[in-house]
């Protein structure tokens, strides 16, 4: 962890955070810019794992927006996206959100986080090593996403420990 994470709190996503994820989704590789309207829906549905890391001076630094899926297997944990800014990626950001995300994990009894990425690439390596450490292991299970939905994204489920 960063030694500016201090200053870095993890609290649900609020409206006036919006425009910060918005934006930072639209600099991200294959990221869907979040609509407004689905942004309030997942305030108002999801508050506990829809998460934003703000730096006490400034301000949201980080974002992680997930869903309760319904699946025939255990509680899982759909995570459709983790961001954070420059400044949040040296503070240590990424880390305490999936800390929080820990947290409501076991607290809430899920057993399968899934999320989907391009195999072998930076950020996938990057999210492995996390969800490792956090975690546990991530499954190899390369579901090949539908080609209208993504050329190049795999889904990927972790076990969760």
Avoid at 31 to 57: G, Q
Avoid at 144 to 156: K, Q, W, Y
């Amino acid at each position: 962890m960063a030694p500016n994470s201090q200053t870095i709190r993890i609290r649900p996503m609020e409206v006036s955070d919006f425009q910060f994820i918005r934006r930072l989704a639209s600099t991200q590789f294959q990221f869907t810019c979040p609509p407004h309207y689905i942004l309030w829906m997942l305030t108002r549905t999801n508050s506990r794992n829809c998460i934003v890391a703000e730096d006490a001076k400034y301000g949201p630094v980080a974002y992680l927006l997930s869903l309760p899926v319904s699946t025939s297997r255990e509680r899982t944990l759909y995570i459709w996206q983790l961001a954070a800014s420059a400044r949040g990626r040296r503070n240590g950001a990424i880390h305490l959100l999936l800390l929080a995300l820990r947290k409501f994990v076991r607290r809430m009894r899920i057993r399968f986080l899934v999320f989907s990425a391009v195999p072998d690439s930076p950020e996938f390596r990057a999210i492995r090593r996390q969800a490792r450490t956090i975690f546990g292991t991530v499954r190899d299970s390369r579901h090949i996403l539908p080609p209208g939905v993504s050329r190049n994204e795999h889904e990927f489920v972790i076990r969760v420990r």
